[in-house]
C-alpha cells in the first residue's frame, strides 16, 4: 500500500469518528463508548482539574451572546407543572446574584468572561422569554435531528403568539418529555446544540435540544441519580429536586446553554481542529462537578441535610450542575470567589 493510500485511509477514519459522536453532549458512562468526544482529541488530559497541557481554547471571530440572553422554551410533549418550575428555576437563577454561595450565578461568571472580537463579554443576564406548549406531540414522538429544526419552525411561525424572532439573543430551546425519542438519544447524547438553517425554519436562530431520559436511559442521562445496570454496586444519589429525570436535565441545560452562549454559530470560541466537531467549553469539562473530578468520578459534591447531593445554589432551589472551562485560568471551574 502506497504512503498516500495510507494518508487517505487514516483520514477517512479520522473524520467518519469525528462525525460519530456529538460535539455537546456532557460525561455520561455510555453503554457503547470507551471516550467521550474530547477524549478522541485530547486523550485524557480534560479529565483532571487544571490539566492544560493539550488544551488550545481558540476564538474564531465569531458572535457570542453579549446581548441580554433570552430563552424561548418549547415544551413537546406531556410536562408537569412542577417539572416545569423547576426548569424555569434553575434558568431565572443564572442571573440570580443574591443566591446563596456556592450558585449557579457564581458558575456562570466563568462563562461571562469570553468576549468577542470586539471585547464584548457575555450576556451576565439570561431572561426566560416566551414559552410555546407542544403537548399534542405535532411531529410524533419519534424525532430526527431536522424535525427537530421543523418543531422550532412551527413555533416560531405559529398564527397564535409565535415565539419572537431574536437570532442576536435568542436562545431556543426545545425540551422533550419522557416519553419522546430523539435521534441518537442515550446511546450518544443526552442533548445537543447547533442553530437552525434557513431553508427549514426561515431564520438562522440558536437553538438546543435535551430531553427527558427517566423512561429510557436514567442510568446514563440522569446519572449519578441513576446507575447504569452494568456497574453493579454503585448506589445513585438521591436527587435534589426529587425528580431524577428532571434533575438530570438540569446539568444538560446548563452545558447547552454555556455553549450557545459562547458558540452559538459553531464558528466563535471552540479547540480541535475543525468546527464540523468542536470541543467547546463545557466539553472540556466533561464529568467535572467539584473538586478532584474526572472520568467517572464527579468529584466533591455538597450534601444537603435531606440527604440530597448538589453543588450549586439557586433562587429557591439546588441543583447539580456540570463545571466549564475557564480560558483565563486554564481549567474546569464552578462557582468562584466572585461569588462570595
Not at 440530597?308 to 468562584?336: D, E, F, H, K
Request: charged share 15%; hydrophobic share 35%; aromatic share 12%.
Amino acid at each position: 500500500m502506497s504512503p498516500l493510500t495510507v494518508l487517505l485511509t487514516l483520514t477517512v477514519t479520522v473524520v467518519t469518528l469525528l462525525l460519530s459522536v456529538s460535539p455537546s453532549a456532557a460525561w455520561r458512562p455510555w453503554p457503547s463508548t470507551k471516550y467521550n468526544t474530547s477524549d478522541f482529541i485530547y486523550g485524557n488530559s480534560k479529565k483532571y482539574e487544571g490539566s492544560s497541557e493539550f488544551v488550545h481554547m481558540k476564538y474564531h471571530m465569531g458572535p457570542v451572546l453579549s446581548a441580554n440572553i433570552t430563552v424561548h422554551t418549547i415544551w413537546y410533549g406531556t410536562w408537569q407543572k412542577t417539572q416545569k418550575k423547576i426548569i424555569r428555576e434553575f434558568i431565572s437563577s443564572i442571573s440570580a446574584v443574591n443566591a446563596k454561595h456556592p450558585s449557579v450565578a457564581g458558575w456562570w461568571k466563568t462563562v461571562q468572561l469570553y468576549t468577542d472580537q470586539t471585547g464584548k463579554n457575555i450576556s451576565s443576564t439570561v431572561l426566560l422569554g416566551r414559552e410555546k406548549n407542544d403537548r399534542f406531540y405535532s411531529h410524533g414522538k419519534r424525532l430526527t435531528r431536522l424535525s427537530i429544526q421543523s418543531v422550532i419552525k412551527s413555533h416560531v411561525t405559529a398564527k397564535s403568539n409565535p415565539l419572537p424572532i431574536n437570532p442576536k439573543s435568542g436562545l431556543y430551546l426545545l425540551l422533550t418529555s419522557d416519553d419522546v425519542y430523539v435521534q441518537d438519544f442515550c446511546g450518544q447524547v443526552c442533548g445537543f446544540h447547533y442553530f437552525t438553517f434557513p431553508s427549514i425554519v426561515g431564520y438562522t436562530l440558536p437553538y438546543a435540544w435535551v430531553g427527558n431520559s427517566a423512561k429510557f436511559c436514567p442510568g446514563v442521562c440522569a446519572y449519578p441519580f441513576a446507575v447504569p445496570d452494568y456497574i453493579p454496586g454503585l448506589k445513585p444519589a438521591k436527587s435534589p429536586n426529587g425528580d431524577v429525570g428532571v434533575d438530570g436535565m438540569i446539568s444538560v441545560i446548563g452545558h447547552e446553554i454555556a455553549e450557545l452562549a459562547t458558540n452559538p454559530l459553531i464558528n466563535a470560541w471552540y479547540a480541535g481542529p475543525d468546527p464540523v466537531a468542536p470541543v467547546e467549553i463545557a466539553d472540556l469539562c466533561e464529568g467535572i462537578y467539584g473538586t478532584g473530578g474526572g472520568g467517572s468520578y464527579t468529584g466533591q459534591l455538597l450534601d444537603g441535610e435531606d440527604g440530597a447531593t448538589y453543588n450549586m445554589n439557586g433562587i429557591r432551589r439546588r441543583y447539580l450542575l456540570q463545571w466549564v472551562w475557564s480560558n483565563v485560568v486554564n481549567y474546569c471551574t464552578g462557582p468562584n470567589a466572585l461569588d462570595q
